[in-house]
Structure formats: C-alpha cells, structure tokens
C-alpha cells in the first residue's frame, strides 16, 4: 500500500512490520529489524548509533536507519564516525 502526501510517498508491504519502510526509494529499517540482522540487543544497537558506528534519524521516538548506513556499518566494521569516548 502507499500514503501520499504532498512531500514524498511513503510505501510499506504487507506486515508493516516485518519489512523496513520506503521513503521515496530510500530503505529504512528501525532498530529491532536491524537487532534481528546483526544479532545484537537494542542497547547495543542505540550505543552504535549513539557512538556514530551507525548513521541514524530519529523520528518522533524511533531511530531510523537507512540500507546505505547499514551497508556501511558492515563494510567498515563500524569503525568509520566513532567518536572518542573519554576515560
């Protein structure tokens, strides 16, 4: 099904969700779908994103993450963006 309005459409599949989103033809995933692809827990996953392993948008209460971030995140180990944590 799509939603339109006058910005962008936004397409979802049957079960909502188990499938990332569509915005345009940009692949979004929330962080319980990216827990199931890394097996990680959502605490890891939100210190990632938190850390700047994984680029994310967040969107009213929910973390965005898009399939190019995620592309990224497995090519470079997540490595790339860190930021340096003090000690």
């Known amino acids: ?7 962008k459409i936004i397409e979802k599949s049957k079960g909502d969700e188990e499938m990332p989103i569509r915005i345009q033809k940009t692949k979004f995933y929330v962080v319980w779908e990216i827990c199931d692809i890394l097996h990680l827990t959502r605490g890891t996953v939100v210190k990632y994103i938190h850390q700047g392993r994984i680029h994310a948008i967040k969107i009213g209460s929910h973390w965005h993450i898009s399939q190019k971030s995620l592309d990224t995140f497995l090519e470079t180990g997540g490595m790339i963006g860190v930021k340096e944590v003090e000690r």
Request: aromatic letters at 14%; zero cysteines; proline letters at 0%.
């Open 1 to 7: 099904t799509k939603k339109e309005n006058k910005f």
